[in-house]
């Protein structure tokens, strides 16, 4: 193999490439975790690239939702983003230069033909790969095909007898054998013969890599087989190739690649069903690594930071666990203060058109409905859910009639109503409220229990809930304890 001088003592700079023809993949989200704890650790750069150049796929929404998802989770990245598409110069001239040094040739195959050649690989069982029938031909066989009308494709000449090794830094040695890569690599789409067609992946990233001065290429170990592709261009190019470290696939509960069968697999998703950027960033930096002993599983991406290296890294798969990030996501919002908790969730609230006006609209009081929720919450999407019997006078569920057709049960409330009554809209205390409560026990004979559960009914429309006496108060702020009780009588 061409020696190729290997990027170890430079600066870290490290980037993500995330092609804008979808929104903001977990996978893709975990690479750019793995890039910024690295580039963070080392004091480097963590960088940005668009690989935009499928047109047809690429969409500047899907652009726009990655920067907000990177964004969102907290993975800030240095400098403005490197849009790929407006690099075509750069790795047109890399083209070329490949043409001139014959590390590349043009290839003239048809369609027909190429698949005629597979149907014959097929037929005789042999894997299927371009069988390099263009690499050497005569100025007249080029053309003889130019006159028939031909377009060329270029291709880059992957010699069988090639051993591509590197270190990598999560997989440790590899090896590569020039026989596996499939023959003589497309580097440029189909044009005209003096004209250089679209450039492809492999050779895009390895220039912009190269531009970029990159020295590490953190990404999915689905890319395996392009970096054996890619160190060979490095070679011919006559560049320094980076350090690569493949990190493991996020897998499914069957252990499957996570696809987007499985529902759930965009950041965004992951948003709109309530979990914290915290949490979401914290669970995808467990996915694939291990904090060393005495960590623990909760951490923030700036403590990941200072102790990420890839030697914590796994090589297997790493099976997506729904309750860990449950459990984590919990302990997010449990940490967080009242007013935190409360700037979170006021805009999901009002979203529902809750506490816009009115009483509720009073923020002590939302601050302390946050803080009255809190401590139950797994997902945000919870704190709308808990909130809403607060906001709304609730239709009572089975459970809660159920509840008021007890023996007693409505006596107690009304005895409790005309108390309530006695007590204006004034301000209720806890002790104040718990004398109300005593005293409607007594007149309407029952237990105290019986009345509890009552009020709870007769409060949320159900016999879940936060503290009762706490939601009894909170209810009479807005002063609407005394109407839901009286519905009931
Ligand atoms: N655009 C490629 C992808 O999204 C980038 C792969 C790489 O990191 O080189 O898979």
Not at 70 to 76: E, I, K, P, T, V
Not at 185 to 211: E, F, K, S, T
Not at 219 to 246: S, W
Not at 398 to 411: C, N, Y
Request: hydrophobic share 45%; with cysteine; proline share 4%.
């Amino acid at each position: 193999m061409a020696a190729v001088s290997v990027a170890t003592d430079q600066p870290v700079r490290v980037r993500l490439a995330p092609s804008p023809t979808g929104t903001l993949h977990i996978g893709t989200a975990r690479t750019a975790v793995f890039n910024w704890l690295f580039a963070r650790r080392h004091g480097g750069q963590f960088l940005l690239r668009i690989e935009d150049t499928d047109k047809e796929r690429s969409k500047s929404d899907y652009t726009a939702n990655i920067l907000e998802g990177l964004q969102w989770l907290g993975l800030n990245w240095d400098g403005e983003p490197v849009i790929q598409s407006a690099r075509i110069e750069a790795h047109r001239t890399a083209i070329t230069q490949l043409l001139a040094s014959g590390h590349a040739y043009r290839c003239y195959a048809s369609d027909d033909e190429l698949t005629a050649m597979r149907e014959a690989q097929a037929a005789s069982r042999q894997a299927p790969r371009y069988d390099n029938r263009h690499r050497d031909l005569s100025l007249e066989q080029e053309q003889a095909y130019i006159a028939e009308g031909r377009q060329a494709v270029v291709r880059f000449r992957i010699d069988d007898t090639a051993v591509i090794t590197w270190n990598d830094l999560v997989r440790g040695p590899m090896r590569w054998s020039g026989s596996d890569l499939g023959g003589d690599m497309v580097i440029a789409r189909r044009a005209p013969a003096d004209q250089i067609g679209d450039p492809l992946y492999n050779l895009v990233v390895v220039v912009d890599d190269a531009a970029m001065a990159i020295s590490h290429v953190i990404r999915g170990e689905d890319h395996i087989a392009n970096t054996a592709k890619q160190l060979l261009l490095y070679g011919a190019l006559g560049q320094t190739a980076p350090v690569f470290a493949h990190t493991p696939l996020i897998l499914n509960q069957e252990g499957k690649k996570l696809s987007k069968r499985d529902g759930v697999t965009s950041v965004s998703d992951f948003r709109a069903m309530g979990y914290t950027a915290e949490a979401l960033a914290n669970y995808m930096t467990l996915l694939g690594w291990s904090p060393p002993e005495g960590m623990g599983e909760r951490f923030s991406l700036d403590q990941a930071a200072e102790v990420f290296d890839f030697d914590r890294v796994n090589r297997a798969g790493a099976r997506f666990d729904w309750d860990k990030l449950n459990w984590l996501n919990g302990q997010v919002l449990h940490s967080l203060s009242a007013s935190t908790l409360h700037a979170k969730l006021a805009p999901l609230w009002s979203e529902q058109g809750w506490g816009v006006s009115g009483p509720a609209a009073d923020s002590l009081w939302q601050l302390d409905l946050a803080t009255l929720l809190g401590p139950s919450l797994t997902l945000l999407a919870d704190g709308v859910e808990q909130a809403a019997p607060f906001f709304t006078a609730p239709e009572l569920n089975e459970a809660a009639a159920a509840q008021l057709a007890i023996d007693g049960a409505r006596p107690a409330l009304a005895a409790l109503a005309a108390a309530l009554e006695r007590h204006g809209d004034t301000p209720l205390s806890a002790p104040e409220a718990q004398e109300l409560l005593t005293d409607a026990v007594t007149r309407a004979g029952i237990k105290k229990g019986v009345l509890m559960k009552s009020l709870r009914a007769a409060l949320l429309g159900s016999l879940q809930g936060p503290d009762l006496m706490e939601t009894w108060l909170l209810l009479h702020r807005i002063g609407a304890d005394l109407s839901r009780i009286s519905r009931c009588l």
